[in-house]
């Protein structure tokens, strides 16, 4: 497909071990999609690879995060590839990899001008160290890309904050715990349930998003797609499962109206682990359906003129 490359970062370093001695499978997301016929589908103008490190299980003492040395020199190299590829205005589609992945997309953006985030996920991933019990990013992505936590990770080169912490939007959340919660309420980030989205509507969500992305004349957006926003019945491939999530209607509905839109930068497609799909089930509806979304967004957009 015209203008659009495909980037594969397939990290998995800011989850835990499932189980002890086991490395979570999720790096082998690119190459799992490839053989489902998503790369083949998506058609882009190139297709670039960044090798991750190997996977550990180190927690790290200044911090408190796992493996947060070589999860940031990762994010370095990482961003120095999008950044190549951003800059010849094309659009990138990244696949992970763990939601630690972000923080390569972050430091990109922000060496670009004033970026929202959309951030699509079935748990707010807005927390610090103090909070995590596993100390994984994964699970602390969105937070670090708004400039909250640990020094050493949300602010590498003195670039804090990498997105400002009001054009954060986090949506989709459906882990209902109050302590939990209470971290983005009382941020300056837009949060935005799964009940809320339901309640309000996914066309006046995403036209919001829009909106205020136009109105605050930003560069541009980037979305972010874990797959565990989907229902649990169609996306059980994944480290934290929880009942409920979106259907495929409404996820492919979110997805279209968001990248028809000509301010978006890119997105990156994270945590789906073929390891718990071996028979390739729920990827192949995936991919289906993300394909799908994502030709009919690029239609609207060449229709647009943009």
């Known amino acids: 497909m015209e203008n659009v490359v495909i980037l594969e970062f397939p990290s998995n370093l800011g989850l835990r071990e499932p189980i002890p001695g086991q490395e979570p499978g999720v790096k082998k997301l690119p190459n799992w999609l490839r053989r489902h016929g998503f790369h083949q589908l998506i058609a882009p103008a190139d297709i670039l690879s960044l090798e991750a490190p190997p996977y550990r299980m180190e ?4 911090s408190n995060v796992l493996n947060a040395d070589v999860i940031i020199q990762y994010a370095k190299e990482q961003a120095s590839v999008l950044r190549r590829v951003l800059s010849e205005r094309q659009f990138a589609l990244i696949l992970g990899g763990d939601c630690s992945i972000q923080l390569g997309a972050a430091l990109a953006l922000k ?11 079935g748990h707010t991933d807005f927390m610090g160290p103090e909070l995590s019990e596993t100390g994984g990013l994964g699970g602390m992505a969105a937070a670090v890309a708004a400039g909250i936590g640990h020094e050493k990770l949300v602010n590498i080169n003195g670039q804090k904050p990498y997105l400002q912490e009001k054009y ?12 939990y919660e209470r971290a983005i309420i009382d941020s300056e980030a837009k949060y935005v349930s799964l009940a809320l989205l339901r309640k309000e509507g996914i066309s006046s969500c995403v036209n919001s ?9 930003l ?5 972010h797609v874990d797959v565990d926003v989907l229902d649990d019945a169609v996306m059980p491939a ?23 839109s000509p301010k978006a930068a890119g997105a990156e497609i ?12 729920y990827t192949a509806a995936f991919v289906q359906n993300f394909t799908q979304s ?8 060449h229709a647009s003129g943009s």
């Open 238 to 260: 994944v480290d934290s499962r929880t009942p409920g999530g979106l259907h495929y209607e409404e996820f492919n509905q979110l997805v279209t109206m968001l990248l028809a």
């Open 111 to 121: 060496s670009r001008g004033n970026y929202a985030l959309f951030y699509l996920d």
């Open 270 to 281: 994270t945590i789906l682990d073929p390891d718990l799909d071996p028979s390739g089930k």
């Open 219 to 223: 560069d541009g957006f980037w979305l």
């Open 59 to 62: 927690r790290d003492e200044e």
């Open 294 to 301: 994502f030709k009919e967004a690029r239609k609207r957009l």
């Open 168 to 179: 954060v939007w986090c949506v989709g959340n459906r882990e209902y715990d109050e302590a």
């Open 209 to 217: 998003f829009l909106e205020m992305v136009e109105a605050e004349n």
